[in-house]
């Protein structure tokens, strides 16, 4: 409700706004992964995560810039890892070793998937739920809370 609304909104906004980032970030490490190398995706998820806490820090703490600052900090870092990512994509030589499109899709292959998709689902909407609550304790623990994010 009112200010606390607003400087949610704002910051969903603005982190929600580039999302993208964080699908492709998603989805470069998928084929990363998918190709043999584990470390590099890894490695660019703990960057970017400790880049967010020093950015949201320095942003809201030193320049008090408030939620916008922890929103700010959050898009740079996962634009800094985005582009490590397709950086190393780009340096790897990835083949296809067969046209996955012309493979039948087998029932055990969706009936893995399903309870992978229906968790991830849950987790989101727990995910909503606390925001929620958080959200309903006041400015400076939702700062808090973007920045432990």
Do not use: C
């Not at 993208?20 to 470069?28: E, Y």
């Not at 998709?117 to 623990?141: F, H, P, Q, T």
Request: charged share 15%.
């Amino acid at each position: 409700r009112g200010e606390v609304a607003t400087l949610g909104q704002e910051y969903l906004l603005l982190v929600g706004g580039t999302i993208i980032f964080l699908a492709l970030m998603t989805s470069f490490g998928a084929i990363i992964r998918a190709n043999g190398d584990s470390r590099t995706p890894m490695f660019a998820s703990l960057f970017a995560n400790i880049l967010n806490i020093v950015l949201s820090a320095l942003l809201i703490f030193v320049f008090h810039m408030g939620i916008v600052g922890a929103a700010l900090g959050a898009i740079f870092s996962r634009a800094v890892a985005l582009l490590y990512l397709w950086k190393k994509l780009k340096d790897k030589d990835l083949q296809p070793t067969k046209n996955i499109f012309s493979e039948k899709i087998s029932r055990e292959l969706i009936f893995l998937t399903i309870p992978a998709a229906g968790e991830r689902l849950a987790m989101r909407l727990g995910d909503l739920v606390i925001m929620v609550l958080i959200i309903s304790l006041g400015n400076r623990v939702f700062a808090g809370n973007a920045i432990g994010e």
